[in-house]
C-alpha cells in the first residue's frame, strides 16, 4: 500500500481536456462542433487512456521501472487496463 508504485499508479489524471484547434480537427470533430470556426478549436475530454498515455510519457525512465517491477507485471495485462504499451515511447 505505501510503495513508489501505488503512488505513481495513482497519480494517472482523470477527465483531461484537452484543446484541439481548428486547423488540427478531423472532418469528424468539425462536423460535431461547428462553434469552433468561431472559437478557433474545442475542448476534447480525453478517455482515460489518452490521460494514462499522456501521463506514462511524461515518467522518467526509473519512474517506468519502478512500475513494470512490481511482482508478477505483465505488458499485456497492463497495456488492456490502461492503454500503455510500455515497449512504445
Do not use: C
Not at 14 to 38: N, R, S
Not at 40 to 67: C, F, H, M, P, T
Amino acid at each position: 500500500m505505501n510503495s513508489d508504485a501505488r503512488y505513481l499508479l495513482n497519480q494517472i489524471p482523470g477527465d483531461v481536456l484537452e484543446y484541439i484547434w481548428l486547423d488540427d480537427m478531423t472532418d469528424e470533430e468539425k462536423a460535431a462542433h461547428p462553434e469552433a470556426e468561431t472559437t478557433g478549436g474545442y475542448l476534447k475530454e480525453l478517455d482515460n487512456s489518452e490521460s494514462a498515455v499522456i501521463w506514462w510519457r511524461g515518467l522518467s525512465d526509473r519512474q517506468k521501472n519502478i512500475i513494470t517491477a512490481i511482482p508478477n507485471f505483465d505488458k499485456a495485462i497492463f497495456k488492456e487496463i490502461t492503454g500503455i504499451d510500455v515497449d512504445e515511447d
